[in-house]
Nanobody, 125 residues
Framework: VQLQASGGGLVQAGGSLRLSCAASGRTFIGYVMGWFRQAPGKEREFVAFITWSAGTTSYADSVKGRFTVSRDSARKVVYLQMNSLKSEDTAVYSC???????????????????WGQGTQVTVSS
């Protein structure tokens, strides 16, 4: 299983970006795909997740109503649409994958065994 994140960049506050996480290597039925972020000097934090089969989603309170996670099963891509960006959204964003059989808390980064490289999102105020 390999994950490739892309789509980061520099954007002004209030703007939008869409991150992509391309997955390869196997079927992802039964998997949960998570987005996490890490700002300088801070711990990695949960942003959102989506279950591959049912499309169940969940968001951190800090991004609820502004970010939307989705997936394209045919293309094996998970998206994170980020709107109304704020300076505090500045971070390196990473996607992760785990089979739901082996994970109990979809919001905990340490439970995900597979990670893509991060993509930098910088929001200027």
């Amino acid at each position: 299983v390999q994950l490739q994140a892309s789509g980061g960049g520099l954007v002004q506050a209030g703007g939008s970006l869409r991150l992509s996480c391309a997955a390869s290597g196997r079927t992802f039925i039964g998997y949960v795909m998570g987005w996490f972020r890490q700002a300088p000097g801070k711990e990695r934090e949960f942003v959102a997740f989506i279950t591959w089969s049912a499309g169940t989603t969940s968001y951190a309170d800090s991004v609820k109503g502004r970010f939307t996670v989705s997936r394209d099963s045919a293309r094996k891509v998970v998206y994170l649409q980020m709107n109304s960006l704020k300076s505090e959204d500045t971070a390196v964003y990473s996607c992760a994958a785990a089979h739901t059989r082996y994970i109990s808390d979809y919001r905990t980064a340490q439970e995900y065994p597979t990670w893509g490289q991060g993509t930098q999102v910088t929001v200027s105020s």
